[in-house]
């Protein structure tokens, strides 16, 4: 017998007979003599028309009163699976973010997660009840509804693994798993059967968008094996296995180790050049310091080399969402950074490698200057960690350098 | 200062347009002075969603997560109610069932209230803080929700206004209150200023759907001012009143008291008659204790003179509704009843005058029986209470008798 915790997201959700297809699965992990917990996420589209309902209320919404309206969402789909697990002769009770209670912090809207208390669900999954909890819900320590910002049901879905101390926890989705690059720019991309959560977190970081990034560093804390598979197949590759296992290092071994895991891209990012910066102590900090206390998180910067004038070059970028107030935080700290001008350039994309094997290969990263180089594609700027490697370069030739990454490193299927 | 209780239904809630309406009446309450609790239903057409989603999940759909999922709508709204409070620049918070909490029994789907914890309310209400709080739910004594039955939240909003004690419960709904008669039959019906508990008790259940009937019992046991008026007109009588006050008879005076306050009509009921029941003691029971131990609610019953065969015709009526159990029922019971043939008619309506007047004035029921077969209206059956006079009509009758009786009883407008 396992404790395992299934996770359903909103396509897999959407609709009484999508939902009966949920319930034939948790079923099928019951007969199998597992201990079941389901976490839902709210019918696909749902969250959207409640989030519409309280932007349309008031541009300035109290978030205390939003998470009151979006955690609904959830709850409907709750009720929904209890009762069709019911129907589908599995007992099976709804457990509400405050009945638990699911306790978080009172950063309403984005709230995190401390504490399951488990005592009603060890009681409920000890007698054979499968437990229905939506996702994405809690309350706060004053008895208030929060919700975890977009995609927090899989959050949600981590911490009551951790909490179940869960032998698994298989999040259902739309994919069947995650490759090694995304198979519509390159239809020879392999699915992983293993990856690290490190490689997760930077797979998902730069734009693999399965999971949410929060839940794989949750994941990767409390040592809880995450499984992505897909709601709607049943494929299973040559060994057996279905789907894409996220562990620790240590369950990966050597054999299949690969020297690079995946290839990651992200249209989302953009870039900016301030030009002829005076180049003392300070000025780089006069930058960034205000950028920060704005909340604007600044990824690859390059300083190029000093003038002879004396003034430097300095490269950033920025999620393109946030490109306009990055544009107001800089003008208003204009005098103080002292620049010549401010270029910015939405026409850019970040390539990442992402792999633990390259901690112990060198010439990672020269394989893929040279690859880019190669093709004419130029670089401009660089950004490393120790298993990534990532460049900034013209969006245009995105595809065109996953393609010839995905080659160069050795990670097209076989024809 | 007074406090002051307002509820508003589907209709007054459909859409953030009228929900901004709803919050500058509030709003205006408040700039009065009041202190004000609002009870919220679900945005019209909601409810019925939800319910949708539960049947088809499953025809035997367990009430206590059909519960879970039917509560929803009233959360959204009194979330949102109190975010367009909020823009409005008045302070405010939603309280939902299980915040406050609305302590109910475990009938879940039909449960009824049976303590709100006033803690919280009363400390909110204080600091001038309006009370957002989601009719028709609440949570039992075991924690989990449950919802009161289809239009439970007119008695959400009597019971908020009961333990708040409350000035007055203003129920805001899509008419402007209630008439002599239903203004599509009669167009001289005329909105009554003032009606009693009872009177009200015996018109919502006989077909004027202006408040639910439950609701009214609750009002009437705890002494709660109820006024009946439109969300979207704000039209006064001549004397300066909005709407209907539905008190206590000693606030009534003795001047404004009519004979008969109001005519009532109901199309929902069928008629049965058994024939050739045999006459013996006993054999009245074989027919309404089955019928009683099926939860089916007979309501006229006429039993007609004994044949000289020693056997004699019983004509009672049911909802209609339950028609096809009803004969179910009975079909079943035949040998133990003993009777010839079940003849079921579907087209018969119930006609009632009502009027607490009618208590010190004889005559009423003749006054009823002759205005009718003036007009060859035959009549099936007869119910009386001391407040109210019912006939049973063949169906095709039923606006000419509600015309010719609302002339009858002078209850006509002037030109």
């Known amino acids: ?57 008031s541009a300035r919404y109290d978030a205390r009163e939003y998470d009151v309206v979006v955690s609904s969402g959830e709850q409907v789909t709750s009720g929904l699976l209890a009762i069709a697990l019911q129907a589908a002769g599995v007992p099976a009770r709804s457990w509400l973010g405050w009945q638990l209670p699911i306790g978080t912090s009172d950063a309403h809207a984005s709230a995190r997660i401390e504490a399951i208390d488990m005592t009603a669900l060890d009681a409920s999954l000890a007698q054979g009840v499968v437990a229905v909890i939506p996702g994405f819900q809690g309350i706060d320590g004053s ?5 975890l910002g977009r995609g927090g049901s899989d959050t949600s879905a981590v911490a009551v693994a951790a909490a179940m ?23 020879r ?25 929060r839940s794989v560093g949750l994941a990767m804390k409390e040592g809880v094996r995450v499984r992505v598979l897909s709601s709607f197949e049943d494929a299973r590759d040559d060994d057996g296995h279905r789907g894409t296992l996220i562990v620790g290092e240590e369950e990966i071994d050597d054999m299949e180790r690969q020297l690079i895991t ?10 900016i050049t301030l030009t002829q910066v005076s180049d003392r102590p300070g000025s780089v900090a006069a930058i960034f310091a205000p950028l920060a206390g704005a909340g604007i998180n600044v ?11 004396g003034s430097t070059d300095v490269t950033f970028t920025v999620p393109a969402v946030d490109l306009t107030r990055t544009i107001d935080v800089l003008e208003g700290a204009r005098d103080n950074i002292g620049y010549a001008s401010l270029v910015p350039d939405t026409h850019v994309a970040k390539v990442s490698v992402v792999g633990v094997g390259m901690r ?43 393609r010839v990454l995905h080659t160069a490193y050795g990670l097209d299927a076989a024809e």
Do not use: W
């Open 1 to 57: 017998m396992a404790r395992i915790v299934m996770k359903f997201g909103g396509t897999s959700m959407a609709g009484i007979e999508r939902i009966r297809i949920v319930a034939a699965r948790v079923k099928r992990e019951v007969d199998a003599g597992n201990q079941v917990a389901v976490v839902v996420s709210a019918m696909a589209g749902e969250t959207d028309r409640l989030v519409g309902f309280c932007r349309e209320a």
């Open 143 to 147: 008895g208030r509804v929060t919700t």
């Open 165 to 187: 101390k869960a032998d698994r926890c298989d999040i259902y989705t739309d994919v069947d798993g995650v490759y090694t690059t995304d198979p519509r720019i390159v239809p």
């Open 189 to 213: 991309a392999r699915k992983l059967s293993r990856v690290t959560y490190e490689e997760m977190l930077e797979l998902a970081s730069v734009g693999a968008k399965v999971l949410q990034t």
């Open 262 to 271: 995946g290839i990651a891209h992200d249209k989302n990012e953009a870039k």
């Open 299 to 309: 990824d690859m910067i390059v300083q190029n080399i000093a003038h002879s004038t």
């Open 360 to 402: 112990s290969h060198a010439g990672v990263a020269a394989t893929m200057f040279t690859t880019l180089g190669e093709r004419g594609i130029n670089i401009q700027a660089i950004a490393t960690s120790e298993i990534k490697v990532s460049v900034l370069i013209e969006e245009d030739y995105t595809e065109l350098a996953v």
